[in-house]
């Protein structure tokens, strides 16, 4: 902010024998002061507006998701066992062959869910663990193909309810806070072992 010069004080009136006169400044000073003050503006006001648009530009960064393509259906032999909740009702695995992590940082899988009478549930999803967000692409049907998810938009990941699936999956096999655990392979290798990252970072 530029704080403008202070006004010059005016002289007092002299008085003399020929009467009351008022002693004036000199145009040209009034004239400097005030073009130095708009020129120190002008030159302030460029560099400013630079930082800023310089700063949105940095902060701001366009993610872009990677197209997909729907993998087969998984097969019992393939299937990777993990505990969901204590409380849960169902049984869940992830298809190891369908594992995936790409290019924009998402963590895409295949999710089998049993239900207490035998009924499964397969499902196609992704995680980014940057937004700690997850979203379903498709689901399996009876006949072993896809049907697109009515709502393929990214959700919270929400770790309450008796079926916390895709939480116990980010909190503990492939998220490390905001950022992916390591490769595919370090997450097969904790499913298999049913490893979790916070038994990890225990040790």
Known sequence: MVIPPKPYPTCAPARSRMG?????????LLLTGAISLASSTTQAQPRDNE???????ESTETWQEAS?????MPKDIDLLQFADSAASTHRFAIDAKSLTLDQDGVVRYTLVGVSPSGARNISYEGIRCQTYERKIYASGRSDGTWSAARNGQW???RGIGMNRQ???L?????????????????MLNRLQRQATLT?????
């Open 51 to 57: 930082f800023i648009r310089e700063t949105v530009d």
């Open 199 to 203: 038994g990890e970072l225990a040790r």
């Open 20 to 28: 009351t006169r008022m002693t004036m400044l000199p145009m040209t």
């Open 170 to 186: 980010a909190q503990d096999y492939f998220c490390d806070n905001t950022t992916v655990a390591g490769k595919v392979g370090d």
């Open 166 to 168: 895709q939480a116990s």
């Open 68 to 72: 997909i393509r729907l993998p087969a």
């Open 155 to 157: 959700m919270p990941i």
